[in-house]
């Protein structure tokens, strides 16, 4: 079974506008990945946010993460015809930390 | 380093036929993953390795499917006999951990598979 849900399933903006997209979790986690799969390609890791963290930068992406509420969302900024690509949130189980489960993804387009 | 390596891309095969995928993870990561990617399932967990040892294949659907990893640099996903429903993107990956801040796992370029 899946342990994140991503939301919206896709997702639609004008290049320049900012995508948000979020993750809800079911179990208490020690980190949360996002990744990002574009078309025909393997995933590629974007930034990872512990457990004891709240919000983590990486350039245009923004991750803010609140436990209380398992739930995480990802914030690109200034979009671009690039970002167009599938986004994928994944965690680990504190009771597994040995594997990560991917959810069912966020499909994004920029259009130009 | 070339990241991992996937062979081969693209496999397509008769019902009944054997299929065995290849993946070379990165040098130095101690685990190895096996996933599988459709539309209706999304991208599954099927079986990893610690130190080429198998830990969890739970994510194994059936006994069709068979994995080894017989050195840290070679693992083999192996499909007998195959059959449509197996027609996926089978992607292979590696990680240095699987737990902490290190468990980042590179993915592969993936193999589809399309099963006639």
Known sequence: ?112 | DAGVIQSPRHEVTEMGQEVTLRCKPISGHDYLFWYRQTMMRGLELLIYFNNNVPIDDSGMPEDRFSAKMPNASFSTLKIQPSEPRDSAVYFCASSLQAGGARNEQFFGPGTRLTVL
């Open chain 1, 1 to 112: 079974s899946q342990q994140g849900e991503e939301d919206p399933q896709a997702l639609s903006i004008q290049e320049g506008e900012n995508a948000t997209m979020n993750c809800s979790y079911k179990t208490s986690i020690n980190n949360l990945q996002w990744y990002r799969q574009n078309s025909g390609r393997g995933l590629v890791h974007l930034i990872l946010i512990r457990s004891n963290e709240r919000e983590k930068h990486s350039g245009r992406l923004r991750v803010t993460l609140d436990t209380s509420k398992k739930s995480s969302s990802l914030l690109i900024t200034a979009s671009r015809a690039a970002d167009t690509a599938s986004y994928f949130c994944a965690t680990d189980a504190r009771s597994s930390a040995s594997k990560i489960i991917f959810g069912s993804g966020t499909r994004l387009s920029i259009r130009p």
